[in-house]
């Protein structure tokens, strides 16, 4: 079917007063029926209107929109719309619509379709942060024993004993052991932290240097043995390992020291002079501190049979006896806790319970082989964990002195 209409400006205007009864300026009689019968224009055309019709209005490519009166009723079977020349219109048919032919539809619609990967990921990136707080916890647990526990956040210390004293040596007390080496040249006393449930423990390598039999007593009292796994004489560090561990054995989480800060709050717990679990407190006292040990196998066990103090070099001075020539220097964390002989290879421990630091040397203002010995000063030093953690694959695998 062919449609035929009009475009603007092609309607017949007939002069005023002529028969078909149309007066220009005023509207046509209410009477189209005579109107058709007397026009002469075609009949298949409707009557033309009293004004110029609106101009078309583009909505969309393809189709075209007539605006109609907005009154009246019926159109035209779609031959043309609006009320023209008086004809009545409904509201719903207020504007007749003439398509040209169809547009072809599109297969995808670009804005919604660009939802669906952002919805995506931004619906991974939330079930990755839920997940994300429970990796370390589940990596622990399904990797087994050998898992160090680390951390840098999370509170070892109940939040009720939180910031306190006692509630770091509760939590952490249970994680910390007592060493003794034996060799050639008698027995030393240090310290160590347990690391993992099958018992490994790192310590001084200066604690284990040439000892022939190592006993590890824990916190509850009882004693096993251990064997060396590695050391690494450089850092004056090594790891031992329990024989036939017990199970339930208490790990020590292990912190971070690069946040460590001067006028932190500290705890260190050991066994000085053999007094299992002594806890002492104090503050960091300094950071990066240059502290210089003999890396000689048979040194800290000389010095250590007699008094059980270990030495070293600091500012250029040597205290606790003589280092020997053969000597590491590593950057240290200084505190002003109370630290003895013993108290080598024990924890300083930051607030929440985390572990910041493994003792490693303390000055005595008395000579080492006076009897009259004197105590801590205040002038202790500690290796940094992430030194400790860091080194840990070397000392599984044998360490570097290996």
Known sequence: ????????????????????????????????????????????????????????????????????SGSGQGGDGGQGGGAFGGYPESAAASTAVLTAEPVPPTHHTPKKRAKGPLALLAAVAIVAAAIGGGTAYGIQELTGNDTVSSSTSTSVVPTADKGTVAGVAKAVSPSIVEITASSNAGEATGSGVIITTDGEIITNNHVVSGASSIKVQLSNGKSYTAS?????????LALIKLEDAPSGLTVATLGDSSGVQVGDEVVAIGSPEGLTGTVTSGIVSALNRDVTVSTDESQGQQQGGGSGQWPFEFGGQQFNGDTGSSTTTYKALQTDASLNPGNSGGALIDMNGNIIGINSAMYSAADATSSSS????????????????????????????S
């Open 1 to 68: 079917m062919t449609e035929s209409f009009r475009r603007s400006g092609e309607y017949e205007h007939p002069q005023q007063g002529d028969e078909s009864g149309y007066v220009q300026g005023h509207e046509q009689p209410a009477y189209p029926q005579q109107q058709h019968a007397s026009s002469p224009v075609n009949p298949e055309w409707p009557p033309p209107p009293a004004h110029r019709p609106a101009e078309p209005v583009a909505v969309e490519p393809g189709t075209t929109v007539w605006p109609g």
């Open 374 to 401: 004197a105590g801590s000063v205040g002038l202790g030093f500690a290796i940094p964990i992430n030194t400790v953690k860091s080194d840990l694959a070397t000392l599984r695998a044998g360490g570097s002195d």
């Open 228 to 236: 060396v796994v590695g050391t690494d004489s450089a850092k004056d």
